[in-house]
């Protein structure tokens, strides 16, 4: 009998020391597996190991319509990168020396940014050789949009930029990735003048240009429930501003029509 209890004890504990084996290994998968910009510490000393070594990797360049500029999308990675790791925001393709196809037609005659570990945007000025960031900080760029007009294109030319931004890891898991919160900016063509038009903790969801009154009204999605995530339980706000003379975004549904919005879905079972 005690030699069937002490058997008892015995299996009961190596089964809770294996059950603690796999969740260490679970826990240690999950976290390798997360993906975004990782923010160095300031007392880390693995940036000098070799596998850390951070290479810079080139998207395709493209004229910037009606300027001299070219644009040069910009990331990184180090050198033992490997899939799930990393810089990407949209792509999940493998890094390459160019990427192609990083731009690709979108409405208004602008062009979408496809280059899916995009950190930055080098401007070229083609005729007297300066080149200027448009970033001064680590960040990804996870929307980009500028005007590329055909010569068969008659409708009514926007000359401006319009910049998804995750700057911040505002979720605090140390990653600066899909699951943070994104600025938006309207910039000139330049690069060098923006101006954020949505309101801290949300994500650009889409955006439409209201020709007649030169204004571009945004779709974004805010952290309502307070979770620190970006999904459907949130709610969803339609912002307004001007082209020409952007400032922080104004709701165009006021609270009493979301209210009354609200009291007539109710109604439906």
């Known amino acids: 009998m005690k030699r069937l209890i002490l058997g008892i004890v015995i299996g009961g504990i190596v089964g809770a020391v294996l059950i603690l084996a796999v969740m260490a290994i679970f826990n240690s998968n999950r976290s390798d597996k997360r993906s975004g910009l990782q ?21 395709d360049y493209m004229d910037l319509d009606s300027t001299d500029y070219l644009l040069i999308p910009i990331g990184m990675k180090t050198i033992d990168q490997v899939e799930d790791k990393g810089l990407r925001s949209k792509s999940s393709d493998e890094y390459a020396e160019t990427a192609a196809d990083s731009y690709r037609s979108y409405k208004y005659n602008f062009y979408s940014l496809n280059f899916g570990n995009c950190n930055n945007i080098i401007f ?5 050789d300066e080149t200027h960031l448009m970033l001064q900080k680590p960040a990804i760029i996870s929307q980009f949009y500028f005007p590329y007009y055909i010569p068969e294109y008659a409708g009514k ?3 401006f930029i319009l910049i998804g931004i995750r700057e911040d890891d505002t979720n605090a898991d140390g990653y600066i990735n899909s699951e943070d919160a994104e600025k938006v900016y309207i910039s000139d063509m330049s690069g060098k003048n923006m101006f ?9 969801i889409d955006w439409f240009i209201d020709m007649k009154t030169n204004n571009i009204l945004i779709k974004v999605r805010f952290d309502s429930n307070k979770d620190e995530k970006f999904n459907y339980y949130d709610e969803i706000d339609i912002l307004k501003t001007s082209i020409d003379s952007p400032v922080m975004g104004k709701r165009i549904i006021n609270k009493e029509i979301k209210s009354n919005i609200k009291k007539i879905l109710d109604k439906i079972k």
Do not use: A, E
Request: proline letters at 3%; a positive charge; charged letters at 20%.
């Open 39 to 59: 923010l160095v510490k300031n007392d880390s000393t693995s940036t000098t190991d070799l596998k850390n070594q951070k290479i810079l990797v080139y998207g």
């Open 124 to 128: 070229y000025n083609k005729l007297n």
């Open 157 to 159: 030319k926007f000359y």
């Open 196 to 204: 954020q038009i949505n309101p801290d903790n949300t994500q650009l």
